[in-house]
């Protein structure tokens, strides 16, 4: 399995991006999948997930309000739609699959990361 995330870019603050993350390989359908990511000398952090079919969502709290995470079953593919980016957004974003826990040692399949930078 392979997940391939795309969609990162330099933006100003306030601006809106949306990331993507398709899976190829299998589907992942029964996983739940999420988005994390590291900012520039921090450890990696959870940002958001999307829990199997039942569609649950959950944000961290520094993204609520602001950040959408979503998947289309049909495409095997997870979205992140950023609005309201600011300076502190900036980070490499990983998305991520796991059979049920999105704790980062129960993630089976990483991708590769897509950087975003905010400026002010």
């Known amino acids: 399995v392979q997940l391939q995330a795309s969609g990162g870019g330099s933006v100003q603050a306030g601006d809106s991006l949306r990331l993507s993350c398709t899976a190829s390989g299998r589907t992942l359908n029964s996983y739940a999948m999420g988005w994390f990511r590291q900012g520039p000398g921090k450890q990696r952090e959870f940002v958001a997930g999307?829990?199997?079919?039942?569609?649950?969502?959950y944000y961290a709290n520094f993204v609520k309000g602001r950040f959408t995470v979503s998947r289309n079953y049909a495409m095997n593919t997870m979205y992140l739609q950023m609005n309201d980016l600011k300076p502190e957004d900036t980070a490499v974003y990983y998305c991520a699959a796991a059979p049920e826990s999105l704790a980062p040692s129960a993630i089976d399949y990483w991708g590769q990361g897509t950087l975003v930078t905010v400026s002010s």
């Open positions: 999307i829990y199997r079919s039942a569609g649950n969502q």
